[in-house]
């Protein structure tokens, strides 16, 4: 009779290997998925053949690989078939104001021929208005620093007259006036002090 040990540890692989083989299962994608567990049971009921061979599965890439048509056609809209719609849908996301030439292959008279992506599209516009991105801010810059000059030299402006003004006014205010003989006009207040001395010694 098997010890509490042995059915321990042979119940704790048993539950490791299951643990394993689920991880392993959630880290594939469902095409990796579906052939993994045809390929299990071919494995374990002991089939020659691969579940390849017996199961060939076409993915939406090798469809639309197939039924992908560079100009397509009114004929072509007739077909309603699934393949057909994922096909006409892909052919509807593309842009076809201007395509992408292979000239790679030219001297045997093989050109490649595609029409761009959005993903192409939008590096395309980034590397077109490169240049005219380049002068608007550019034009920009200089505007800038222009305003940021005139400010400066606004503002020494007005410190430049706040000075000469104030030194205008001293220059107003600080000298005494002058009689008709050239003598200093003397002030109000020295008449007045005057008066009163004369009040205080008669």
């Avoid at 010890?3 to 119940?11: D, P, T, V």
């Avoid at 939406?60 to 009114?74: A, K, L, N, P, S």
């Amino acid at each position: 009779m098997a010890s509490f040990g042995s059915i321990k540890q042979a119940i704790f692989e048993k539950q490791a290997r299951k643990q394993q083989y689920q991880d392993h299962i959630r880290g594939l994608n469902a095409f990796d998925r579906h052939k993994k567990f045809l390929n299990d049971y071919v494995a374990y009921y002991g089939k020659e053949k691969s579940a390849r061979e017996i199961l060939p599965v076409k993915t939406d890439q090798d469809t639309i690989r197939e039924g992908y048509r560079f100009i397509m056609t009114e004929e072509d809209d007739m077909n309603h078939s699934w393949e057909h719609k994922l096909v006409k849908r892909y052919y509807d996301k593309l842009f076809k104001e201007y395509c992408i030439a292979d000239m790679s292959h030219y001297k045997t008279g093989k050109i490649g021929l595609r029409w761009r992506t959005e993903k192409e599209v939008i590096a395309g516009k980034e590397k077109l208005y490169y240049k005219k991105q380049k002068e608007k801010e550019r034009l920009k810059r200089i505007e800038s620093e222009k305003h940021q000059r005139k400010r400066d030299r606004s503002e020494s402006d007005d410190d430049t007259t706040s000075k000469h003004g104030k030194s205008k006014e001293r220059r107003k205010g600080g000298g005494k006036a002058l009689t008709s003989d050239g003598e200093h006009k003397p002030d109000d207040d020295d008449e007045n002090f005057d008066e009163y001395l004369c009040g205080m010694f008669p």
